[in-house]
């Protein structure tokens, strides 16, 4: 639309910009208004016919657009963003109902990596997934993870290290790829809650109290803009 709109002269037709449109005879009526609506991949531009008149408008403050409407501009970005987190929040909620079944089930478990004892293999942020021993049977090259204790039997944290030697009824020798020797604790199958057989990077990093306040504040700020190109 870069052509300079001009006042419609009688019975005359009038060329809109580029678009191959006239209007013709639009004074049969002293009153009578027309609305032409023209979508392309520039967005919607509306013109109000009244009289002798055109004047710039909004389709949206006189009708509503059927659903077949082809959407340009900022209504069809917000319509791929609302579609985009439509099928990402599908995807995330088939995903935790599944793991929940799981998880429930004792089948698998989820730990987030706070340390750095794993890396390159398993970095801090990094979810691990483990299922019981009676599911994958430990070995030399696996990951497990297992309760550390101390010399008087007492538990200390959990641990994901890799096995190196030893086996199940002398106790598996145990070390940190990142660690320069193995662990002093040779831990048994009842130690080991879970094998690793499956990990996903960085996610932990924003299931923490601090990462938490600043994606839910940026998320609800997300959906408010959306919102509001929707509405425009």
């Given at each position: 639309?870069?052509?300079?709109?001009?006042?419609?002269?009688?019975?005359?037709?009038?060329?809109?910009?580029?678009?191959?449109?006239?209007?013709?005879?639009p004074g049969?009526?002293?009153?009578?208004?027309?609305?032409?609506?023209?979508?392309?991949?520039?967005?919607?531009?509306?013109?109000?016919?009244?009289?002798?008149?055109?004047l710039?408008?909004?389709?949206?403050?006189f009708?509503?657009?059927?659903v077949?409407?082809?959407?340009?501009?900022?209504r069809?970005?917000?319509?791929?963003?609302?579609?985009f987190?439509?099928?990402?929040?599908?995807?995330v909620?088939?995903?935790?109902?599944?793991f929940?079944?799981?998880?429930?089930?004792?089948?698998?478990?989820?730990?987030v990596?706070?340390?750095?004892?794993?890396?390159?293999?398993?970095?801090?942020?990094?979810?691990?997934?483990?299922?019981?021993?009676?599911?994958?049977t430990?070995?030399?090259?696996?990951?497990?993870a297992?309760?550390g204790?101390?010399?008087?039997?007492?538990?200390?944290?959990?641990?994901?290290h890799?096995?190196?030697?030893?086996?199940?009824e002398?106790?598996?020798?145990?070390?940190?790829?990142?660690?320069?020797?193995?662990?002093?604790?040779h831990?048994?199958?009842?130690?080991?809650?879970?094998?690793?057989?499956?990990v996903?990077p960085?996610?932990?990093?924003?299931?923490?109290?601090?990462?938490?306040?600043?994606?839910?504040?940026?998320?609800?700020?997300?959906?408010?803009?959306?919102?509001?190109?929707?509405?425009d």
């Amino acid at each position: 639309m870069d052509a300079e709109l001009e006042p419609i002269a009688s019975a005359k037709p009038f060329l809109l910009g580029a678009t191959a449109m006239w209007v013709e005879n639009p004074g049969l009526v002293a009153d009578s208004n027309v609305l032409i609506t023209v979508s392309d991949s520039t967005g919607e531009h509306s013109y109000l016919l009244a009289g002798e008149k055109i004047l710039e408008t909004k389709a949206s403050l006189f009708v509503q657009a059927p659903v077949e409407r082809i959407a340009t501009g900022a209504r069809a970005v917000s319509t791929r963003l609302s579609t985009f987190f439509r099928w990402s929040g599908y995807l995330v909620a088939t995903v935790l109902l599944t793991f929940s079944v799981f998880s429930f089930s004792g089948t698998v478990k989820a730990r987030v990596v706070l340390t750095g004892s794993m890396v390159p293999a398993i970095n801090p942020g990094d979810i691990i997934l483990t299922t019981p021993t009676k599911n994958l049977t430990p070995k030399v090259g696996t990951i497990v993870a297992y309760v550390g204790r101390r010399f008087d039997g007492s538990a200390v944290g959990v641990f994901s290290h890799r096995i190196i030697g030893g086996d199940a009824e002398t106790g598996f020798i145990v070390k940190g790829d990142a660690n320069p020797s193995p662990d002093v604790q040779h831990p048994k199958i009842p130690d080991i809650t879970g094998v690793v057989f499956f990990v996903i990077p960085v996610i932990g990093k924003f299931l923490t109290p601090r990462a938490l306040l600043v994606t839910v504040p940026l998320i609800f700020g997300l959906w408010m803009v959306i919102d509001a190109l929707k509405n425009d």
